[in-house]
């Protein structure tokens, strides 16, 4: 694991948008995807916590589109979006403000985030239904603030590929590559040696395999320290968030999957690390709230003051790191494999853990059984070097149809 040799010309480009691409005036107009979600809602405050001439000028929801007309009437953005059609109809054109135009369907997403009203998209939406609309932003040349890492968990090169062609900007939201895009510019990217991602441990840190085997959803969906959404909350007990985590940094920082590292800590005040060829450990730290990472990406290279909570260094603390057991967290290898792979492998994967996680929701899968599947299936499927998207999109639904049939099977 060599200073230069880990970033390689082409690889190197993606990074050096994260870096070069300070912004002449602040991207203040934003979309937000996936605006009644967890990371949308926190989005929304940063956005009035940050006032003018920060706004919402495009936001989408997909079935709770009550919540949107809410949204509507207290943001006033120009562009709303209801994406699921059946949804859609619950919804009273009189309860909008008159100056909202309302884009219905899926197609809404990718319209809203090539828009030339928007600066910047909040890649928001959970799951591989947000890929085309933050691949279309990153080819409108937009800067794209991503937290739904699962687009470039399945299409890590074309996203890559996109921003290289229209010189969109890509900041991270997802807290700890948040923390080592912030930690990284310590030092000159050809300077890392490796990356720590650090995990919380999630609900079963500390359970034996023969409990985690008997876990039920409630137990998978009592996160000890972040509130999220139900899918990334069941892919947090288990691991299989650091697995995308590490598919995701793989793309991000350009880096081998052998120079990611992850190590559980349970308090998510170190949201992660980078070390330098040197030896030297830089990470950063703060209380966990979303909003910092989310107004973070939208502000960048600026900092401004963040309505999150901040460190109290007069109380004292414990911060713990633990190693990452695989044996109970058979996902994380999941994610190594994954990441050195790549491929059609991240498409087949996510697919597959997002119909597993479902199957998991509805009572028909147990815990164990959602990496069983997934491992499953990834070793079932033809590998393919360098999927397009019509393929990445077969193979998305091939992926789930295979869980399904698993499922009935099981
Ligand atoms: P969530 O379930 O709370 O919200 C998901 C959003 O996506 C909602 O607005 C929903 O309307 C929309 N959506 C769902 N299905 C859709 C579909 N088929 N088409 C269009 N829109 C759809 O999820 P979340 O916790 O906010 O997570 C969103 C993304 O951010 C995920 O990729 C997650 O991994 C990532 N992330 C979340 C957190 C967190 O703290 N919540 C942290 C890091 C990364
Ligand atoms: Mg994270």
């Given at each position: 694991m060599t200073g230069d040799s880990h970033l390689l010309p082409a690889a190197r480009s993606l990074y050096s948008y994260m870096i070069s691409?300070?912004?002449?005036?602040?991207?203040?107009a934003i979309a937000i995807?996936?605006?009644?979600g967890s990371i949308g809602q926190a989005t929304l405050q940063v956005l009035q916590s940050l006032g003018a001439p920060w706004r919402a000028v495009g936001v989408s929801a997909h079935s709770q589109v009550e919540q949107l007309a809410e949204i509507a009437q207290s943001a006033r953005p120009p562009l709303l979006a209801a994406t699921c059609p059946e949804s859609a109809n619950?919804?009273?054109?009189?309860?909008?403000?008159?100056?909202c135009q309302l884009l219905l369907g899926p197609e809404a997403l990718v319209e809203i985030a090539r828009s030339p009203q928007v600066d910047t998209v909040v890649a928001a939406i959970v799951g591989s239904a947000g890929l085309l609309s933050t691949l279309a932003a990153a080819e409108a040349g937009k800067r794209v603030a991503l937290a739904n890492k699962e687009a470039l968990v399945v299409a890590g090169q074309l996203v890559k590929d996109a921003l290289g062609r229209s010189g969109g900007d890509l900041i991270p939201v997802d807290s700890e590559h948040s923390a080592i895009f912030q930690a990284i510019h310590a030092g000159a990217a050809r300077d890392v040696s490796r990356i720590i991602l650090t995990a919380s441990g999630g609900p079963f840190r500390t359970w034996s395999a023969d409990q985690i085997a008997a876990a039920t959803v409630q137990d998978a969906l009592a996160h000890p320290t972040w509130q999220m959404g139900r899918k990334i909350t069941i892919d947090s007990a288990t691991m299989m968030n650091k697995a995308l985590e590490i598919i995701e940094a793989r793309w991000l920082?350009?880096?081998?999957?052998?120079q990611i590292q992850v190590v559980v800590h349970p308090q998510s005040i170190i949201h992660s690390l980078v070390e330098f060829v040197d030896g030297s450990v830089v990470a950063q730290l703060s209380p966990p709230d979303m909003r910092l990472p989310i107004q973070y990406a939208l502000t960048y290279p600026d900092r401004t003051d963040c309505p999150c909570p901040k460190m109290d260094w007069s109380a004292g603390m414990q911060l713990d790191l633990e190693p990452a057991d695989t044996e109970r967290f058979p996902a994380l290898e999941l994610g190594w494999e994954v990441a050195r792979r790549g491929g059609s492998c991240g498409a087949v994967l996510n697919a597959a853990n997002e119909a597993a996680v479902q199957a998991f929701l509805a009572g028909d899968l147990r815990f164990p059984q959602i990496c069983e599947g997934c491992r499953r299936i990834l070793d079932e499927h033809h590998y393919d070097p360098n999927p397009a998207l019509d393929e990445i999109m077969r193979l998305d639904r091939w992926a789930r149809e295979e869980i399904h049939r698993w499922v009935t099977a099981c």
């Open positions: 691409a300070a912004p002449p005036r602040p991207k203040s995807l996936g605006a009644t619950r919804l009273d054109s009189k309860s909008l403000p008159q100056d920082f350009d880096l081998r999957s052998d």
